[in-house]
């Protein structure tokens, strides 16, 4: 099996949920700590070895080509004060990958979005990495789903379980055991199942190693739920029908996962993330107690 390189991160989103501060700037650029949500996800991405970055945009996106060019004015700054470290910082961000740009244009779902990375990609197995949902570095799914597709072709999902009343946020897997744990058979899968009809307890979640036939499957995929063209449709159908792009095949993760996508949830992962920081968690944790203990 050829080794995976490439990596798509669909960024073109509105971000509506997020508004007003999404009105001028992109909700991937959004701060968790210090760092905008979208470099998480390219660290990881790198960390597993892919370093030709794919980024899919949209209008009002200009901030995230920039995030990721040298600002020569701001680092000349930085180096006639002395200030090593913050230079460190923001050179990080312009040296973690090749990084490459392709604007959706019309936002018809994320299948579409995958479709516009095709020129790029071309009959190389890929990865997508969703920007809403950052992995913790310290637990490498990615690693881990590159390794299984090398190994058995096809394409690979991310699965986590969720509770039954949840399962109508994610796309939810049909699945059958392998031989090693951890690792399923995806026999089917359904976008946001309404509840009660979810195949399992098993949620796709934001990253995915998909073979190139994905492409010729997303051209012919109707719109789905929300008049968009779901990737999780294509996938139902590469799953149903081997022959169209090999098998595919789940991790179910059980690792640290901190979700952005959602107000509430974004704070929670700022906390935690704070909280574990060597140079900010002391004071913070202290804080936080004191705050719980007075306030609430």
């Not at 906390?271 to 804080?287: H, M, N, Y």
Request: some cysteine; glycine content about 10%.
């Amino acid at each position: 099996m050829r080794k995976i390189q490439k990596a798509v991160i669909p960024a073109a989103g509105l971000g509506t949920r997020f508004l007003p501060a999404t009105k001028a700037t992109p909700k991937e650029m959004l701060p968790v700590v210090d760092k905008p949500a979208i470099q998480y996800v390219v660290e990881e991405a790198a960390a597993a070895g892919l370093n030709d970055v794919l980024m899919i945009t949209g209008r009002n996106k200009r901030a995230l080509e920039d995030h990721f060019d040298r600002n020569y004015e701001l680092e000349s700054a930085l180096t006639r004060k002395g200030d090593a470290e913050r230079l460190v910082r923001v050179q990080e961000s312009s040296d973690l990958a090749t990084m490459h740009y392709v604007r959706q244009g019309d936002p018809r779902g994320l299948g579409h979005a995958v479709l516009c990375a095709e020129p790029h990609v071309g009959d190389e197995p890929f990865a997508v990495l969703l920007g809403d949902d950052l992995i913790d570095p310290r637990d490498p799914l990615l690693t881990r789903m590159t390794e299984i597709q090398e190994r058995e072709g096809g394409s690979v999902v991310a699965l986590m379980e969720v509770a039954p009343e949840q399962s109508h946020l994610y796309g939810c897997a049909a699945v059958e055991p392998t031989a090693e744990d951890g690792i399923v058979r995806v026999t089917g899968l359904v976008e946001k199942p309404e509840p009660g009809d979810a195949p399992s307890n098993l949620a796709v979640i934001g990253r995915y190693v998909l073979d190139p036939a994905v492409f010729a499957v997303l051209r012919e995929t109707e719109p789905g739920r929300g008049g968009e063209i779901q990737l999780t449709d294509a996938l139902q159908q590469l799953a149903a029908d081997e022959k169209l792009g090999g098998p595919v095949h789940g991790v179910v993760f059980r690792g640290r996962r901190y979700d952005t996508g959602d107000r509430g949830d974004y704070l929670r992962a700022i906390v935690r993330l704070a909280c574990e920081r060597e140079d900010l968690g002391p004071d913070f944790r202290g804080w936080l107690r004191d705050y719980v203990a007075s306030e609430l």
